[in-house]
């Protein structure tokens, strides 16, 4: 049963990345990163981590999947013409995404290898301890970031109002 | 209805300058009302709307609840059968003529035994037959128009009416009689929003003047047909409305003012002029209304109520029922809100009485009256609905004594039983019993009749009142002692109903008519045909079948009902009343109408009836007398509604006096099972009623 | 394994009670706007208008399902799932019975914040889907609204988890005390607006609001599609009010076993009229009003209540 739903998951979640990837159809493509995010999340909850399952939801699923199709919505009209990607930068896009995925794969292939998955013995407790205790400084940074950010936009978009 | 202006509480305002009305939380936050005050002024604010809802919730709705919900008409519904007659005839006879040809025209039926009794039985004659015919086939502008020549409101008399042409209705009989009085209502209902193209000024040409006082349904009636003549027509009346005893003495439970007033606006559209608030004798001296109008109409009705003379009768509390009335209808407020309230009298005008003092807020209503309940002058209908509504009968007590307290109010009533109210020469003479009752009421409403009061009209007319303060005048053609002045409606004839009233305005129309063009006023005219049916008993209901039945009218709750003067009755479908015009059987036309009673009836199955029943045709198809079985005995004939079977006196029974033979006609009609008569009793009957009964 | 099956079994177990209390709710609502209105509401049909549900089932399941012509229609017809189904799931971690919940996590609150909010991609879904205007402006309408209130929504349920240490709904249902009530008033207070806005529900029904946008994000869909939204719409206020009484009401106490799951429903139809009687009472909010709402009156509120939890585990 448990192999069965492993490779569900896997072939839902490799499913939505190819739609996102191969589709030019914008809503197709929420679609399927939505697919893709919440098998993600199915993972998770497979492997017991069931805090870091909800917190996928709760902010791709509910927030930024949300958000690109506010962002899709307010930009196209639903009622005109289906909004269609188009990109004249292909080939710098695919260096782009390429060096991304090799920054990935080389930053993270040391801490999760094959086998060593072991997220599910952390639980909530020792994620707060980590985030308000040894990592606090990091949390504030990142948290300062984000508030930069936010009244940067604020800034360029309806600063002059 | 109108709670909400008793129930919403002041939203404090002592800190806040918001509009009242706003109860979203954030109008104090997002506008200039910041800070602590408009927050807590919000939150109060939400907390006055919720507690409005809630309040609302925990009282009882106020809505009307439908006792009985309408079947629609199914889809096959073409119309109601048209009757197309073997005999050779498909239209009903309709009775048209001017007043002045009409008695006539009614004398020459009653003689040629082709009276309807529904119209035999009206005292305005009304066509009773022939708006059913026009009902049956959805023509409601003609039935209107048709009934309106004789009883002038149809919608008025179509709430009102005591329906005399029901009782002496034919299917009384068989089942049920038609739904007469509805029918005017419902042809109303459809002629209103149409009625602006038939309602048009009619010309003068006469050039002679008449006044009438008093704009009551026999006023009324009066200068509708002389303004038919072409005469100019002014109606005095001295209240601000018109309408007489239809506007201040009718509640507007049962007659709305909307439906009265509109439908004298179109009298008034046809030419007669309706001058209000003018009280002659007052405003306007008789001497001057004989000097500038060439007749007089006097219909002024009864305005006094009389007091029955007991001691302490004259105490504050104790009221004349139509003074009590007036206040009820056009304030709605009588001043006996949460008292007892005890009305005396058994007439309608009690029972109207009785009603109003429920619906203007009183506690407890009794009605007592000097004759038994089943002797009860009132329309059984009527007591029926105010017995529905709470008010307490006591029936066969008289008046005693008003007991009253130390500031002369009314604290209450002693009543005396009466054995019995007239004397063996059936004049009105009660005799009391012993036992006496005390009734504790704040208030005393007497109902036990209505005088004339026309003391300021005739002065100076050269009319004299007897010594009771009537008006002496003739019974038949209303004219009076001095020769230009008329008098018509109940200030000659006594309390009456408002369709006797009518009929005694057309009267008087006649005589003016016949005065001003100078013929003379009695003279080779047609009396009224005067008649008088007898009183059916309730047939038996067992057997019949649903679509048989009357047209079931809609009541709304009594409970709710009295608390306000809303309809009591809800009226008919359009649906239902072409299915009760075609139950009506067109008595005394001659025309077979395929009803198969006939062959119900034959003791020796000897009559085979075949009907055709399709919508919108209605025909007999073929009528058969097996020779070899008839008796001869006549019973077909004798029922035969429409007259359509005769006796021939060609056989060996016709010479036996039919007026001797006892049989009961309850009796002799069978179930249709069994006999030969084929046809379904109109199939749209079946739909309207939804045979779910 | 049993634990693959007991999901199945509580997941049609969560979806028939969705069903149920969206019949029951339609009923419920139509009798309390009645009544507030004074008038009797459904009355006609068998056993105090309650066959009128019967009837209206009959209806919408026989109804045509129309789809427009110029719909999208794979999102069409997937649009109402993303509404009922997080609905459905996020009733798992509810504790029904004292010590006892479908699913009992360490993180069961979050879970519950978390997971409906998945339903916001089902108001953008559906109105991006049927390609007209109302539907579009109601979706976005919808989204921003929910999106916003999910704010003060998670931090009113906070000032409880600070008061029981414990992000288990289970442990949290046990730890409750009768004073704690009076302590997270305004925590109620906040978490009950929030989640009438984040259920789209009046007054805060600016995403479907019928006199304007027809209906709004679900302007085209009908028989047993709109009847999905109907269900997300009750269901989702019966997760609410369930929550609502677990979290700051005490869930079953002060009884146990079966008649403390009968206190536990008392107060979730007590909750449940309550959202009614809001919706029938106040008028409609202005976007503007709706969001300032969110941001300037219910986080500052529920951010106090913080502030005042702290003082009080301080103090104790």
């Known amino acids: ?161 | ?693 | 394994m049993t634990g693959y099956w007991g999901g199945v079994v509580w997941g049609l177990g969560a979806g028939v009670l969705v069903g149920i209390s969206t019949i029951l709710g339609v009923w419920g609502e139509r009798k309390v706007a009645g009544h507030i209105q004074k008038r009797y509401g459904p009355n006609t049909a068998p056993v105090f208008g309650i066959f009128q549900l019967v009837y209206d089932l009959l209806k919408l399941l026989t109804k045509e399902d129309i789809h427009p012509k110029q719909a999208r229609r794979g999102l069409f017809n997937i649009a109402p799932l993303f509404m009922t189904t997080p609905i459905i799931s996020s009733l798992v971690i509810i504790p029904f019975a004292a010590g006892w919940a479908p699913l009992d996590t360490s993180i069961g609150i979050l879970f519950f914040l978390a997971v409906p909010s998945i339903s916001v991609l089902g108001v953008l879904f559906a109105g991006w889907s049927q390609r007209n205007t109302y539907a579009s402006l109601g979706g976005l309408r919808g989204a921003a609204q929910m999106i916003s209130y999910e704010v003060p929504r998670s931090l009113s349920v906070l000032a409880v988890v600070m008061l029981a240490g414990t992000m288990q709904p289970v442990t949290l249902m046990g730890e409750w005390r009768i004073w704690w009530l009076p302590v997270t008033l305004i925590a109620f207070v906040v978490y009950f607006i929030a989640s009438i806005a984040e259920l789209n529900r009046g007054p805060f029904d600016l995403a479907e609001c019928d006199s304007e946008l027809v209906g709004g994000y679900f302007t085209d869909y009908s028989g047993i599609r709109w009847a999905m939204f109907m269900m997300s719409e009750y269901g989702g206020m019966t997760a609410a009010a369930l929550f609502g009484s677990v979290v700051f009401l005490g869930g079953t106490w002060p009884l146990s076993g079966v008649l403390g799951v009968l206190v536990l429903l008392v107060k979730t139809v007590l909750l449940v009229i309550a959202f009614m009687w809001a919706k029938w009472t106040f008028p409609r909010m202005r976007p503007d009003q709706l969001m300032a709402t969110s941001w300037k009156v219910l986080t500052p509120m529920a951010l106090v209540q913080i502030v005042i939890v702290g003082v009080v585990i301080a103090w104790l």
């Open chain 1, 1 to 161: 049963m448990s192999t069965v739903l492993f490779y569900l998951l896997a072939a839902v979640a490799i499913t939505g990345a190819i739609v996102v990837i191969s589709t030019r159809d914008v809503m197709r493509l929420v679609l399927g990163l939505g697919a893709f995010l919440l098998s993600v999340a199915g993972y998770y909850l497979f492997y017991g981590a069931t805090f870091l399952a909800i917190a996928e939801i709760f902010i791709y699923v509910g927030g930024v999947l949300v958000l690109v199709v506010v962002a899709i919505m307010t930009v196209h009209r639903s009622v005109e013409s289906e909004p269609v990607l188009s990109n004249r930068n292909t080939f710098g896009a695919a260096v782009v995404a390429l060096a991304l995925f090799g920054l990935l794969v080389f930053g993270l292939s040391g801490v999760v290898a094959p086998g060593t998955a072991s997220v599910a013995g952390a639980g909530i407790p020792a994620v707060g301890d980590m985030l308000l205790g040894a990592l606090l400084p990091h949390f504030e940074i990142v948290g300062g970031l984000l508030l930069a950010g936010l009244v940067a936009v604020l800034a360029i978009t309806g600063g002059e109002r």
């Open chain 2, 1 to 693: 209805m109108a709670v909400d202006d008793v129930d919403t509480p002041e939203i404090d305002t002592g800190e806040s300058s918001e509009p009242k009305v706003t109860q979203g939380t954030v109008s104090a936050a997002t506008t200039d009302q910041a800070g602590v005050a408009g927050f807590v002024g919000a939150w109060k604010s939400l907390a006055t709307g919720l507690g409005i809802t809630a309040k609302h919730a925990f009282t009882k709705p106020v809505t009307i609840q439908y006792p009985r919900e309408k079947a629609p008409m199914p889809e096959r519904w073409r119309g109601a059968p048209r009757l197309v007659s073997a005999m050779g005839t498909t239209e009903v006879p309709l009775m048209e003529a001017s007043s002045l040809e009409y008695n006539g025209l009614i004398a020459d039926a009653y003689a040629t035994d082709h009276l309807a009794p529904c119209q035999g039985n009206c005292p305005a004659n009304v066509d009773a037959r022939g708006q059913n015919y026009h009902a049956a086939e959805g023509r409601w502008v003609e039935a209107y128009q048709l009934v309106r020549e004789r009883n002038i409101m149809p919608g008025t008399l179509g709430r009102i009416c005591h329906h005399p042409c029901e009782t002496a209705c034919k299917r009384n009989f068989y089942d049920e009689p038609i739904a007469i009085r509805p029918l005017h209502r419902v042809a109303y209902e459809q002629w209103n929003p149409v009625k602006a193209q038939y309602v048009k000024p009619l010309p003068k040409t006469r050039g002679k003047k008449v006044a009438i006082i008093g704009s009551g349904p026999s006023g009324l009636a009066a200068a509708y047909d002389l303004v038919k003549l072409g005469y100019e027509v002014k109606i005095f009346e001295k209240e601000d409305k018109p309408g007489g005893a239809l506007y201040y003495g009718i509640p507007a439970y049962r007659l709305p003012r909307d439906i009265l007033h509109g439908e004298i606006d179109d009298l008034v559209t046809m030419g007669v002029e309706i001058q209000c608030s003018t009280k002659i004798g007052v405003d306007i001296s008789p001497e001057q209304l004989m000097a500038d109008y060439d007749a007089i109409i006097i219909a002024a009705g009864l305005q006094i109520s009389r007091f029955p003379g007991v001691k302490g009768q004259d105490a504050i509390g104790v009221r004349g029922a139509l003074d009590f009335l007036k206040d009820s209808n056009y304030r709605g407020e009588a001043g006996v809100r949460g008292q007892n309230v005890l009305v005396i009298g058994g007439g309608n005008v009690a029972v109207d009485a009785a009603r109003c003092a429920l619906r203007v807020g009183a506690k407890t209503v009794y009605m007592a009256s000097l004759e038994s309940d089943e002797q009860l002058p009132a329309h059984p209908w009527e007591v029926e609905e105010a017995l529905d509504e709470g008010v307490v009968m006591m029936c066969g007590n008289g008046p005693n004594e008003v007991l009253v307290d130390e500031s002369n109010h009314v604290r209450g009533m002693r009543l005396q039983t009466c054995l019995s109210v007239f004397d063996e020469t059936g004049r009105f003479n009660p005799t009391f019993g012993d036992d006496f009752t005390e009734l504790s009421v704040q208030s005393v409403v007497m109902a036990i009749g209505q005088g004339s009061d026309l003391k300021d009209i005739v002065a100076g007319t050269g009319l004299e009142l007897d010594q009771r303060g009537n008006l002496p005048s003739d019974r038949s053609v209303f004219t009076t002692a001095v020769p230009k002045i008329f008098a018509s409606g109940e200030c000659v004839t006594g309390p009456g109903s408002a369709i006797a009233s009518i009929a005694t305005g057309h009267e008087a129309a006649t005589s003016v008519h016949r005065f001003l063009s100078g013929e003379s006023v009695s003279d080779d005219r047609v009396a009224r045909t005067l008649l008088a049916y007898d009183k059916y008993a309730p047939a038996n209901l067992d057997h019949v079948e649903p679509s048989r039945l009357r047209a079931v009218m809609p009541f709304s709750d009594p409970d709710e009902r009295s608390k306000d003067f809303r309809n009591v009755e809800l009226g008919l479908t359009v649906e239902e009343g072409l299915a009760e015009g075609a139950r009506c059987l067109r008595c005394e036309t001659n025309i077979c109408v395929g009803c198969t009673f006939c062959a119900r009836t034959c003791p020796d199955y000897c009559i085979t009836v075949e009907r055709r029943d399709d919508p919108g045709d209605r025909m007999v198809t073929k009528y058969d007398l097996d020779l070899s079985k008839c008796c001869f005995c006549g019973l077909c004939a004798e029922q035969c509604p429409t007259g359509a079977l005769q006796m021939s006196g060609q056989y060996e029974l016709s010479f036996y006096n039919r007026d001797l033979t006892l049989f009961d006609k309850g009796e002799m009609l069978r179930d249709v099972s069994g006999t030969r008569a084929t046809g379904a009793d109109a199939a749209a009957d079946h739909a309207s009623k939804g045979e779910t009964t």
